[in-house]
């Protein structure tokens, strides 16, 4: 049994250190010596693995979130990222809000779209500028009640709201060892309960003082509102009690963004030193107030847009105060500028920014109106424009280019303004600019270059006068050649020499079929190289100049209709109004007042396609008759090319 035992206490002796081996070595195991591949050697004392595998110093001795947050090593300070990948910032002096980073208010995060930091308050805007403390309603009026000093004793109620003209009963209540001797603030009464009807924002500061035990020293209380941070006193000579009768020296030093607003209590004085003589026990407040400004927001065009704010009381020196813009529709936003005072922009081209004062500022939201550009060609088919119609969000000040392109025929004139008001870089060249100075439409003015020429029917020897048409070389003259069933209007030969001769539409075929083709391939009545038209070239022509739809004015001489008519002749085309004449009755109509020509397309049997003009007309009229009215023919050259 001995043995065994010895054997035994070996057996544990040397189990118990093989476990401890065990435990340093899986200790070992759970501290990496290497990060991502291995290859990296890791000092676990600095530094530590992310988990994407690299490695990181550590921050001030803690690991902390690569992905998210960043190392200010210099001060070893762990900076976290804002939402969205925006700033990184110090979670100690500053928060996140809606992805932007903001400094913290007296150490409290708050609502940056509806709350305003003063000093280290965070405050609530109302109307008018006023500002109440957070939580406060803006519809009634702030009593803010203080002790001097704090542990000088009690103030009821606490600083809270009340409803405009309410009658508020204050308190004051001495705690152990100290006495109350007055108020400060809206009232001086020394009776330690009183009243103060609530007609604004307002505050009350109880004074206490030590009971004095020993009359052979006074002591001097000094109490700083609204805190220690807004400002110092300092006393000469430098103690907490003196001997009775002691002059002692006080002297009041504001701090940065603060002003010293006067001394109470023991003096009422306004200078920033007094004398205080201790002939019994003092207590004395040295009151600073809030350097704050107004900030005023007006607009350069009130239909502009709107700002966040109109104005805004209580901003600090030094402190950044949001400011945003918003265009209306028709403006766009241009920038910010100061119209009075002191004021500084984080980006005064940022309709959303921050502004910070100097002194109370006006500052103006400056907009821009929006114009559109509307373009135009005369005569439509004359060619094209760079914008084609229209384009809007143009501002003022700012050169639009535009350029012309000519149609086959036409030639550019110059640019005209329609409506509006607008200048151009040069109005005569096809490629130049517009700056706007209100919504405008402008014309490209293209003309018609007429080309013309002649030729003689071999048949007669008589002479027509010609014109191209885009693709098309037309005679400018009807036809006046005397084929067989062919007459003059009215049977007067003066008629054929104005208008020329009237035909039926068999006559005009001669013996061919009718085509839709377009040449059409129908010489019919027509002179050597020259065919009649199709109904499909007739409708090319109209295209040509515009459509169908002004056509007729474009077209028409300007003579030689009834009452003048109303052509313009834009194309040299020089249509005449040769009338209509009644083959199986032999009278005759219209003429001066209608020119109609046949095509060679027949619609359905004895009835064929023709176009039509009237004296006060626009358009160019096309209808089907019957083959055996006589109407007047133009002919169209076989070649299709410009002459």
Not at 76 to 103: S, Y
Not at 131 to 157: F, K, N, R, W
């Amino acid at each position: 049994m001995t043995g065994s035992k010895k054997i035994t206490g070996r057996t544990i002796k040397h189990a118990a250190t093989a476990t401890l081996l065990a435990a340093l070595l899986f200790t070992c195991e759970k501290i990496p010596d290497h990060c991502g591949n291995g290859y990296s050697p890791l000092n676990p004392a600095a530094e530590f693995c992310g988990a994407d595998g690299a490695k990181y110093a550590k921050c001030g001795g803690k690991e902390y979130r690569p992905e998210d947050q960043k190392c200010d090593y210099e001060n070893g300070i762990l900076l976290t990222q804002c939402p969205g990948g925006k700033d990184f910032h110090n979670p100690v002096t500053h928060f996140c809000e809606d992805g932007e980073m903001h400094r913290r208010c007296g150490g409290a995060a708050y609502n940056t779209s509806a709350q305003v930091c003063l000093g280290s308050e965070v405050r609530t805007p109302c109307d008018g500028g006023r500002t109440v403390p957070a939580g406060q309603p803006c519809d009634g009026y702030i009593l803010s009640t203080t002790a001097a000093p704090a542990e000088g004793g009690t103030v009821e109620p606490a600083t809270q709201s009340y409803t405009p003209g309410a009658l508020v009963g204050v308190t004051a209540k001495a705690a152990d060892g100290y006495t109350f001797t007055g108020w400060s603030g809206a009232s001086t009464a020394t009776s330690p309960t009183i009243s103060v009807t609530m007609d604004g924002d307002k505050s009350l500061v109880a004074i206490f003082s030590p009971v004095v035990t020993d009359t052979t020293s006074y002591c001097l209380t000094i109490t700083v509102i609204p805190n220690n941070s807004s400002g110092t006193v300092t006393r000469n000579p430098d103690k907490q009690c003196y001997d009775p009768g002691t002059p002692v020296t006080v002297t009041a030093e504001a701090a940065q963004n603060y002003r010293f607003a006067g001394w109470g209590g023991a003096s009422n004085s306004s200078d920033l030193a007094i004398v205080v003589t201790m002939d019994g026990p003092r207590a004395l407040i040295a009151n600073f107030a809030l350097i704050t400004y107004i900030l005023t927001i007006d607009r350069n065009i009130t239909a502009g847009g709107t700002v966040s704010a109109s104005s805004q009381s209580g901003i600090t020196p030094g402190t950044p105060f949001s400011i945003s813009a918003f265009a209306a529709s028709g403006y766009a936003f241009v920038n910010w500028t100061v119209a009075s005072g002191q004021a500084a922009f984080g980006d005064p081209n940022d309709a959303s920014t921050t502004v910070t004062l100097g002194s109370n500022a006006t500052i103006r939201a400056n907009f821009q109106q929006l114009y559109a550009l509307t373009m135009s060609c005369s005569p439509t088919e004359g060619g094209t424009t760079t914008p084609a119609n229209s384009q809007s969000g143009i501002t003022a000040d700012t050169p639009v280019n535009i350029s012309a392109a000519v149609a086959n025929g036409y030639t550019f004139v110059n640019w005209t303004i329609a409506s509006g008001t607008a200048m151009f870089g040069n109005a005569n060249s096809a490629s130049t600019t517009v700056t706007l100075g209100s919504n405008a439409t402008i014309r490209a003015n293209f003309q018609y270059v007429i080309v013309s020429g002649s030729f003689t029917d071999s048949r007669d020897n008589r002479s027509y006068r010609t014109v191209q048409i885009g693709q098309q070389r037309w005679m400018a003259e009807n036809l006046n050649y005397n084929a067989s069933g062919s007459v003059c209007h009215s049977n007067q030969e003066s008629n054929c020499n104005t208008y020329g001769r009237l035909y039926d539409w068999t006559t005009v075929m001669n013996g061919a079929s009718s085509s839709t083709s377009s040449p059409s391939g129908v010489r019919g009545v027509c002179p050597v190289g020259w065919h009649v038209p199709s109904d499909a070239e007739w409708t090319a022509l109209t295209n040509a100049v515009g459509g169908s739809s002004t056509a007729g004015t474009k077209l028409k001489s300007k003579s030689g209709w009834y009452s003048n008519g109303n052509g313009t002749d834009d194309h040299g085309f020089s249509a005449l109004p040769g009338g209509i004449g009644y083959s199986y009755v032999g009278g005759f109509d219209d003429a001066g007042f209608i020119g109609l020509w046949w095509s060679a397309t027949e619609d359905i049997a004895s009835y064929a396609w023709h176009r039509r003009m009237g004296y006060n007309y626009d358009f160019v009229g096309r209808s089907n008759y019957h083959t055996a009215i006589l109407f007047s023919l133009r002919c169209v050259e076989d070649s299709a090319a410009p002459q």
